[in-house]
């Protein structure tokens, strides 16, 4: 069974994040913002993820918030709960990344809660 972390990056300086989200050992590490080309110092943009991570990172844009309110409403759940099982395959830990620091304020413990269901 894969397990599922999660990881926000909200209020954290960049060095502190990246050191906090290698501390989790995720095989993959899974974007699910809305919209991930604009955040601070662009550190945090796709680009500059893919560029950071390499092919252990992925946006899936179905798994957005798309009214940024709890419980949330996704752009497409049922299309990104599939590509999220699919990239599952064959991994150990999986960290869903979102920009909220508190999990339990974000819609990625939502997504959890439904994948490890």
């Known amino acids: 069974?894969?397990?599922?972390?999660?990881?926000?990056?909200?209020?954290?300086?960049?060095?502190?994040?990246?050191?906090?989200?290698?501390?989790?050992g995720a095989d993959l590490v899974v974007d699910?913002?809305?919209?991930?080309?604009?955040?601070?110092?662009g550190v945090y943009t796709k680009r500059g993820l893919e560029e950071r991570l390499g092919g252990t990172y992925v946006w899936v844009k179905e798994l957005g918030?798309?009214?940024?309110?709890?419980?949330?409403?996704?752009?497409?759940e049922t299309v990104g709960l599939a590509k999220l099982r699919a990239l599952m395959v064959g991994c150990r830990r999986i960290a869903l990344l979102c920009a909220e620091k508190d999990e339990t304020q974000c819609h990625r413990s939502y997504i959890k809660a439904k994948i490890t269901a």
């Open 1 to 24: 069974m894969v397990e599922v972390v999660t990881i926000g990056y909200g209020g954290k300086k960049p060095d502190a994040f990246f050191a906090e989200l290698e501390a989790l």
């Open 32 to 41: 699910v913002r809305a919209n991930p080309f604009h955040a601070f110092l």
């Open 65 to 76: 918030n798309s009214t940024r309110e709890l419980p949330p409403t996704l752009v497409d």
